[in-house]
């Protein structure tokens, strides 16, 4: 799960520990201490270079890394004879692996580092050439240092844990929305998303009502579909009638014409019935 991501994630992470790595070299002119910045400093990022090729993205390989980053930094407080302030890069460090979203790097690095010091510190109580703290603190002084690491290392592994979930959610998301704006396919809102966390129910009942919406659209489409057709039908049938009807009113139109001719020609016909019979009274009289 999200190989892709933690392989960009440790490309970044293996640029950081190149120039932790070059920030040993620029310490190693402070006690000459070029033998141990060369060895450890380039042997671990080296090392690191090489094993990215090999298990790149996988968890054991973060894990390395948040070892890697606590060899640097007691490296630095070694060469800088337990400076007070090269212990800070521990704190720095461990932030950073908060980037992979996977709390086991991080566990790995507190580890590595809390056994450092206690380790070392106890070299150098008994006159070992190697550097914890400076002055004469004594073991309160790391014991103090250890409690502000469990602090954080506690604080970044519970966002580390959610850290990892939301990237979980996120993902899934991404992979259903990837199905679902499938190129050249058409839309499929049956499918839904595997993944049991809220962001993905959410999502899932999204796609149930905009399922349901569709649905009833579609169904609105096809009565609309069917109205349209029978509109048609009813709209040709209402043609067809008004076509009869103007066919009617046309012979209606000729036979009152005819009607009317008829009527004039039975006046005149009555009319020079009427002016003969006339014509007929006077002759006789004469």
């Known amino acids: 799960m999200f190989s892709q991501f933690h392989l960009q994630a440790d490309r970044l992470m293996l640029g950081?520990?190149?120039?932790?790595?070059?920030y040993a070299f620029g310490?190693?002119?402070?006690?000459?201490t070029w033998a141990a910045a060369l060895v450890i400093g380039g042997g671990t990022a080296s090392s690191l270079s090489l094993l990215y090729r090999l298990i790149g993205g996988s968890r054991a390989y973060r894990c390395l890394m948040g070892v890697a980053f606590m060899v640097l930094a007691a490296l630095h407080i070694q060469q800088s004879h337990g400076m007070l302030e090269m212990h800070f890069s521990v704190f720095v460090l461990l932030a950073f692996l908060l980037y992979y979203r996977d709390w086991l790097p991080i566990l790995c690095a507190a580890a590595v580092i809390a056994v450092h010091h206690v380790a070392?510190?106890?070299l150098q109580q008994g006159g070992a050439q190697v550097w914890v703290v400076r002055g004469d603190g004594g073991w309160?002084?790391?014991?103090?240092?250890?409690a502000y690491v469990v602090a954080e290392t506690l604080v970044l592994l519970v966002l580390a844990v959610h850290g990892a979930?939301?990237?979980?959610?996120?993902?899934d998301l991404q992979r259903t929305s990837a199905h679902l704006l499938r190129e050249g396919e058409p839309v499929d809102l049956a499918y839904r998303?595997?993944?049991?966390?809220?962001l993905a129910q959410r999502f899932n009942r999204f796609?149930?009502?905009l399922d349901q919406l569709v649905s009833r659209v579609v169904a609105a489409g096809g009565e609309l579909h069917d109205t349209s057709r029978h509109l048609s039908r009813s709209t040709a049938e209402l043609n067809q009638c008004a076509e009869a009807l103007l066919g009617a009113t046309a012979q209606m139109g000729g036979a009152i014409e005819q009607l009317t001719q008829a009527v004039v020609q039975v006046s005149a016909d009555a009319e020079h019935a009427a002016h003969t019979a006339q014509q007929a009274d006077r002759d006789a009289s004469a």
Do not use: K
């Open 165 to 171: 979930r939301e990237a979980a959610a996120s993902e």
């Open 120 to 122: 070392f510190f106890a």
């Open 140 to 146: 309160p002084v790391i014991f103090i240092h250890a």
């Open 207 to 209: 796609l149930g009502l």
């Open 27 to 32: 310490l190693a002119f402070w006690h000459d």
């Open 193 to 198: 998303s595997g993944a049991g966390n809220r």
């Open 16 to 22: 950081v520990l190149w120039l932790i790595t070059l």
